[in-house]
Nanobody, 124 residues
Framework: QVQLVESGGGLVQAGGSLGLSCAAS????????MGWFRQAPGKEREFVAV????????RYADSVKGRFTISRDNAKNTVYLQMNSLKPEDTAVYYC?????????????????WGQGTQVTVSS
């Protein structure tokens, strides 16, 4: 089984930036799709961003478009999420996801590998 480990979360003031990383442990994913979901307190998990294996397909949630950038380094089996102009409503646990079976979906059920999550807190 593949393990995904997120890093880079923390506390930041509104308007600030954070960069998240997610490394896949010791395994080659092949043509995997990787992305990010988030879950705020009392809310359902929601799609944030996804990127295809070679980066030709990138999709963002409308709420983060223009502020967040997803990228990946396949040689390192790592996906990144650069978050700029952060807002208090971005506060959530951010989860790295991956799938070797599905396309670049916005649906959580399509992803078979999930990280443990990293907390992002944006103060007002």
């Amino acid at each position: 089984q593949v393990q995904l480990v997120e890093s880079g979360g923390g506390l930041v003031q509104a308007g600030g930036s954070l960069g998240l990383s997610c490394a896949a442990s010791g395994r080659a994913f092949g043509r995997s799709v990787m992305g990010w979901f988030r879950q705020a307190p009392g809310k359902e998990r929601e799609f944030v961003a996804v990127i295809s294996w070679i980066g030709s397909i990138i999709r963002y949630a409308d709420s983060v478009k223009g502020r967040f950038t997803i990228s990946r380094d396949n040689a390192k089996n790592t996906v990144y999420l650069q978050m700029n102009s952060l807002k208090p409503e971005d506060t959530a646990v951010y989860y790295c996801v991956a799938s070797t079976r599905s396309g670049a979906s916005r649906s959580a059920e399509e992803y078979d590998y999930w990280g443990q999550g990293t907390q992002v807190t944006v103060s007002s």
